[in-house]
């Protein structure tokens, strides 16, 4: 109650009734009553019809406006506003009367004043209130329509991320057609393993929120498919803290960034790439980190910029603005140590003169922000 | 029908397993003899060089070079190219277009047959152009991002953003990156077709240079422009190349 009649947004109408009570004030210091007394009346009056108009908004909220019984309701209001009016004024000339201040002859008109002076305040506080509520209506659809753009926003991502790279498949399939004959239960193996993935991506797709432990399952099944694919190539290192494993991730937040990885460091480049996973507690943060070695000298890799503004959009959104994604790509050329000018690869056909380069994304989430 | 082994045919993959699955598909064709496999675009020019196939199953996506630059690089004379692709269908179109042949992963024996076949009525032939097929196949990045020069065994990879100048001479161009330059047998015309033109500029018939690495342009009698380099080289710059220097630079 305390609260709903220091409404910030009652300081206006608050506000407004200083020119009322002053407006009053004069009205009843007139007929040679005296400014004493048409001040004190007004004030005593006048404050108590402000607290009695605020509390009206309560009933504004009960009985909001609507279209079809819009003359049910302006009937009720006014027919409220009017007992609230008589009543008070009543109230005022009697305790006034019993106090003997009330000014000696005619009192009637005075009452008459007093009563339509009470009934104005009571019509202004009623418009008050339903412009205040249709405000914030206005303002409420806007939150929630802002509210849907980010869930859609949120969906679309997933969707996005839940799409298996058609190469993934193709390559796959490949693997599976070339295994068959050979190796069949290898064969066997990658069709669950593609199988598994799959369903995993796409129950993934549908939730909210995963357990690090699904993400991580889903990761270790996309290198061990392409582990088959690219062999000795392709070295995964794994550094995961037990204590993180419960702890809540965006679906499909870390898979892009790995496919990602086997794209641009392991596809482009002929030495053995090593991707290392690690998901850590630092002192006051979670630390999930992909790195991955790349060929510098190979063909740059173009668009990996779209899909690391997606992963960092949905970690904010996810744990709030604290949370972070940082990129970093470190790059040793054949050359060590000669200027920029003169990157340019040398090689001889067969010889593997491939530089170092390291390419690595860091999210950082705040341990207080983790779910 | 005496099959002896009469075209040979060298694999290049960057994955293992794949390679190993082609080769596999191949032996069901008696007449055609694997000579060799690459994992990568060095070793697949230096392997067209010494082993002189009669014919390549090339992967596109490779390390080092990609399938368009080995072809680019190799001795083509008599090479029939089938390319091992993952690409889309939209592509595909391209391929059909420029005749040569290409094999969708997964591998099928069926089509690996079809693509024989036509291997062995076209053999001999050549290549078709390439450039308008890479270009295809490569909307996203329609000028090279950087060109390959081969002398004998080496190969040298030039990032475009590296290149200062190139200069026509006779039927070569010679490149200047850094302090060094590379001879390329290729018109200056031909190159100039597939470089962003909003970086390099013909500043005359015989001279392209890279507007970034461009210091200042100095007029040195009348219609008759220098340009200057960032490494010190100058370059006589014609009244044409003077104007489409200015529409470049604002």
Same mark, same amino acid.
């Given at each position: 109650m305390r609260r709903a009649l220091l409404d910030r947004t009652l300081l206006p109408y608050y506000l407004a009734w200083i020119p009322m009570t002053a407006l009053v004030a004069v009205e009843l210091s007139g007929a040679g009553r005296g400014a004493g007394f048409g001040v004190t009346v007004g004030l005593l009056f006048g404050l108590p019809l402000a607290a009695i108009g605020a509390g009206l908004r309560f009933m504004c909220r009960a009985l909001p406006l609507r279209r079809h019984r819009l003359l049910n309701t302006l009937a009720a209001m006014l027919a409220a506003s009017s007992l609230v009016a008589g009543l008070w004024t009543a109230l005022f000339a009697l305790t006034l009367r019993a106090a003997r201040p009330w000014p000696a002859g005619p009192t009637g008109g005075l009452a008459g004043t007093l009563f339509l002076v009470a009934l104005a305040a009571m019509v202004f506080s009623l418009l008050y209130h339903y412009l205040v509520e249709a405000a914030e209506q206005v303002a409420r659809a806007r939150r929630a329509e802002d509210e849907a753009r980010v869930q859609a926003g949120e969906a679309r991502l997933r969707a996005l991320a839940a799409q298996v790279n058609p190469h993934f498949l193709y390559n796959g399939l490949n693997s599976v057609a070339a295994l068959i004959g050979a190796e069949p239960a290898a064969a066997r193996e990658m069709v669950t393993r593609l199988a598994e993935f799959f369903r995993g991506t796409t129950a993934a797709g549908r939730k909210e929120a995963v357990p690090l432990s699904d993400e991580l399952a889903l990761v270790r099944g996309y290198l061990a498919i392409e582990q088959v694919r690219f062999g000795d190539r392709l070295r995964v290192v794994e550094r995961v803290d037990e204590a993180l494993l419960a702890t809540s991730w965006p679906p499909l937040l870390l898979q892009p960034l790995v496919e990602n990885a086997v794209k641009y460091g392991v596809s482009g480049s002929a030495e053995p790439v090593t991707l290392e996973l690690v998901a850590a507690l630092e002192v006051n943060y979670a630390v999930l980190r992909l790195r991955n070695g790349f060929?510098?000298?190979?063909?740059p890799s173009p668009g990996t910029g779209t899909g690391l503004v997606a992963t960092r959009e949905r970690l904010e959104r996810f744990f709030g603005p604290r949370a972070t994604l940082t990129v970093e790509a470190a790059a040793v050329t054949a050359g060590v140590g000669t200027p920029a000018a003169e990157t340019a690869g040398v090689g001889t056909p067969g010889a593997g003169t491939a530089g170092a380069g390291t390419f690595t994304v860091t999210l950082r989430v705040p341990r207080e922000d983790l779910r | 029908m005496t099959a002896s082994p009469n075209i040979t045919a060298l694999i290049v993959d960057d994955e293992p397993l794949a390679r190993r699955y082609l080769a596999e598909l191949v032996t069901a064709h008696a007449d055609v003899r694997i000579v060799g496999e690459c994992a990568d675009g060095f070793a697949a020019v230096r392997a067209i060089g010494e082993l002189k196939p009669d014919l390549v199953f090339l992967d596109i996506q490779m390390p080092k070079l990609d399938g368009f630059e080995v072809l680019e690089l190799a001795d083509r004379a008599a090479l029939a190219v089938v390319f091992v692709t993952a690409f889309e269908q939209y592509a595909l179109r391209a391929f059909d277009a420029h005749a040569v042949d290409y094999l969708l992963k997964p591998l099928s024996p069926e089509r690996l047959a079809a693509a024989l076949d036509k291997v062995r009525r076209n053999l001999g032939r050549g290549l078709p152009e390439l450039d308008s097929l890479r270009r295809a196949l490569r909307p996203e990045e329609p000028f090279l991002s950087r060109v390959v020069v081969r002398d004998g065994a080496a190969v040298t990879v030039i990032p475009c953003a590296e290149i200062t100048c190139i200069r026509a001479e006779d039927d070569y161009v010679s490149i200047c990156f850094g302090k060094k330059s590379a001879l390329k047998h290729q018109t200056i015309a031909s190159l100039e077709g597939q470089l962003d033109p909003a970086r390099f500029v @013909?500043?005359? @018939?015989?001279a392209i240079l890279n507007i970034e690495k461009l210091v200042r342009v100095e007029l040195v009698a009348r219609d008759h422009w220098e340009a200057v380099l960032s490494d010190g080289q100058t370059l006589r710059v014609s009244r044409a190349g003077h104007q489409r220097l200015r529409d470049l630079l604002g």
């Amino acid at each position: 109650m305390r609260r709903a009649l220091l409404d910030r947004t009652l300081l206006p109408y608050y506000l407004a009734w200083i020119p009322m009570t002053a407006l009053v004030a004069v009205e009843l210091s007139g007929a040679g009553r005296g400014a004493g007394f048409g001040v004190t009346v007004g004030l005593l009056f006048g404050l108590p019809l402000a607290a009695i108009g605020a509390g009206l908004r309560f009933m504004c909220r009960a009985l909001p406006l609507r279209r079809h019984r819009l003359l049910n309701t302006l009937a009720a209001m006014l027919a409220a506003s009017s007992l609230v009016a008589g009543l008070w004024t009543a109230l005022f000339a009697l305790t006034l009367r019993a106090a003997r201040p009330w000014p000696a002859g005619p009192t009637g008109g005075l009452a008459g004043t007093l009563f339509l002076v009470a009934l104005a305040a009571m019509v202004f506080s009623l418009l008050y209130h339903y412009l205040v509520e249709a405000a914030e209506q206005v303002a409420r659809a806007r939150r929630a329509e802002d509210e849907a753009r980010v869930q859609a926003g949120e969906a679309r991502l997933r969707a996005l991320a839940a799409q298996v790279n058609p190469h993934f498949l193709y390559n796959g399939l490949n693997s599976v057609a070339a295994l068959i004959g050979a190796e069949p239960a290898a064969a066997r193996e990658m069709v669950t393993r593609l199988a598994e993935f799959f369903r995993g991506t796409t129950a993934a797709g549908r939730k909210e929120a995963v357990p690090l432990s699904d993400e991580l399952a889903l990761v270790r099944g996309y290198l061990a498919i392409e582990q088959v694919r690219f062999g000795d190539r392709l070295r995964v290192v794994e550094r995961v803290d037990e204590a993180l494993l419960a702890t809540s991730w965006p679906p499909l937040l870390l898979q892009p960034l790995v496919e990602n990885a086997v794209k641009y460091g392991v596809s482009g480049s002929a030495e053995p790439v090593t991707l290392e996973l690690v998901a850590a507690l630092e002192v006051n943060y979670a630390v999930l980190r992909l790195r991955n070695g790349f060929d510098p000298e190979g063909r740059p890799s173009p668009g990996t910029g779209t899909g690391l503004v997606a992963t960092r959009e949905r970690l904010e959104r996810f744990f709030g603005p604290r949370a972070t994604l940082t990129v970093e790509a470190a790059a040793v050329t054949a050359g060590v140590g000669t200027p920029a000018a003169e990157t340019a690869g040398v090689g001889t056909p067969g010889a593997g003169t491939a530089g170092a380069g390291t390419f690595t994304v860091t999210l950082r989430v705040p341990r207080e922000d983790l779910r | 029908m005496t099959a002896s082994p009469n075209i040979t045919a060298l694999i290049v993959d960057d994955e293992p397993l794949a390679r190993r699955y082609l080769a596999e598909l191949v032996t069901a064709h008696a007449d055609v003899r694997i000579v060799g496999e690459c994992a990568d675009g060095f070793a697949a020019v230096r392997a067209i060089g010494e082993l002189k196939p009669d014919l390549v199953f090339l992967d596109i996506q490779m390390p080092k070079l990609d399938g368009f630059e080995v072809l680019e690089l190799a001795d083509r004379a008599a090479l029939a190219v089938v390319f091992v692709t993952a690409f889309e269908q939209y592509a595909l179109r391209a391929f059909d277009a420029h005749a040569v042949d290409y094999l969708l992963k997964p591998l099928s024996p069926e089509r690996l047959a079809a693509a024989l076949d036509k291997v062995r009525r076209n053999l001999g032939r050549g290549l078709p152009e390439l450039d308008s097929l890479r270009r295809a196949l490569r909307p996203e990045e329609p000028f090279l991002s950087r060109v390959v020069v081969r002398d004998g065994a080496a190969v040298t990879v030039i990032p475009c953003a590296e290149i200062t100048c190139i200069r026509a001479e006779d039927d070569y161009v010679s490149i200047c990156f850094g302090k060094k330059s590379a001879l390329k047998h290729q018109t200056i015309a031909s190159l100039e077709g597939q470089l962003d033109p909003a970086r390099f500029v @013909r500043v005359h @018939r015989g001279a392209i240079l890279n507007i970034e690495k461009l210091v200042r342009v100095e007029l040195v009698a009348r219609d008759h422009w220098e340009a200057v380099l960032s490494d010190g080289q100058t370059l006589r710059v014609s009244r044409a190349g003077h104007q489409r220097l200015r529409d470049l630079l604002g």
